[in-house]
């Protein structure tokens, strides 16, 4: 398979020591799990959340690509996301953005709308009642939780890809990844995952930094998903009885450290 080949060439970037660094904008409450993410993927983490340098931060540093994530948004934080994403368009620096909550209220609707304006990003990845907001339509979502039937998921990524002329990544049962032309489904996965504070954020941030790697958003993001439905599922395979959520977590962010080329390649399951 064309693709599944294309994933083993990039992921085996990761033990090439290429450290991409990658400038997140993130939310306060899962900061340091995506962080994590970000050093277990082979990457270099850089944070800001100052104003005054977010029209230089990622041309300064170097960035190779950038993570937002609504999850905790403010307005001073829209404006410097705003500026920092304007800066990483004019550079060539891929902006992931990750709209956490954003049918919470009118002002993170607003700030969506807003942002997405003013920045092309590269990959939108969220749950399919964010996707939905997002183009508009009525949603079943309660805070960071969707609750909407994903057997339709496919054409709501599709239409928003088309949109937006980026990579949208809905996270799910499967994962559907797609441009607009072409569609990739990643079934790997543990439903654990729902129970994890972070774990759809930590997605993104492993797509980032492969995406510091790349021009192929759509690979990137593929793999990110891949890795993560992985590491999922051999972090199950650790659990004991008394084991609970917090050792789940761990035993996850150990998996995405740990993950060879020829396990990940062994047990990816991708369509596309």
């Not at 230089?56 to 705003?82: H, K, Q």
């Not at 939108?124 to 079943?140: A, H, P, S, V």
């Not at 199950?236 to 060879?260: N, P, W």
Request: proline fraction near 1%.
């Amino acid at each position: 398979m064309k693709l599944k080949e294309e994933m083993r060439k990039l992921y085996a970037l990761k033990f090439e020591e290429r450290y991409p660094l990658v400038c997140f904008l993130t939310n306060y409450v899962t900061v340091l799990d995506l962080v994590d993410m970000c050093i277990h993927s082979g990457g270099s983490p850089v944070l800001t959340d100052e104003i005054s340098e977010a029209h230089e931060m990622v041309e300064y540093s170097g960035s190779d690509a950038v993570v937002m994530n609504f999850g905790t948004i403010n307005r001073e934080y829209l404006d410097i996301m705003t500026m920092t994403g304007i800066t990483a368009n004019r550079a060539g620096v891929p902006v992931i953005l990750d709209p956490a909550a954003i049918t919470a209220s009118s002002f993170r609707k607003y700030a969506i709308s807003h942002l997405l304006e003013k920045v092309k990003v590269s990959i939108l990845k969220g749950n399919l009642g964010e996707i939905k907001f997002i183009l508009g339509y009525d949603t079943k979502n309660k805070g960071i939780d969707s609750f909407e039937d994903e057997r339709d998921g496919e054409k709501y990524c599709i239409e928003l890809a088309k949109k937006l002329d980026t990579v949208v990544v809905m996270t799910g049962k499967t994962d559907i990844i797609t441009d607009g032309e072409r569609v990739a489904r990643v079934s790997n996965g543990n439903a654990r995952l729902k129970k994890i504070c972070g774990a759809g954020s930590s997605v993104a941030s492993i797509m980032a930094t492969y995406s510091g790697l790349t021009k192929d958003y759509f690979l990137s993001a593929t793999l990110g998903a891949a890795v993560m439905g992985v590491a999922s599922e051999i972090a199950e395979d650790r659990m004991k009885e008394k084991d609970g959520i917090r050792t789940f977590k761990s035993y996850v962010h150990d998996a995405v450290s740990m993950l060879s080329l020829e396990e990940l390649m062994e047990r990816v399951h991708v369509e596309g």
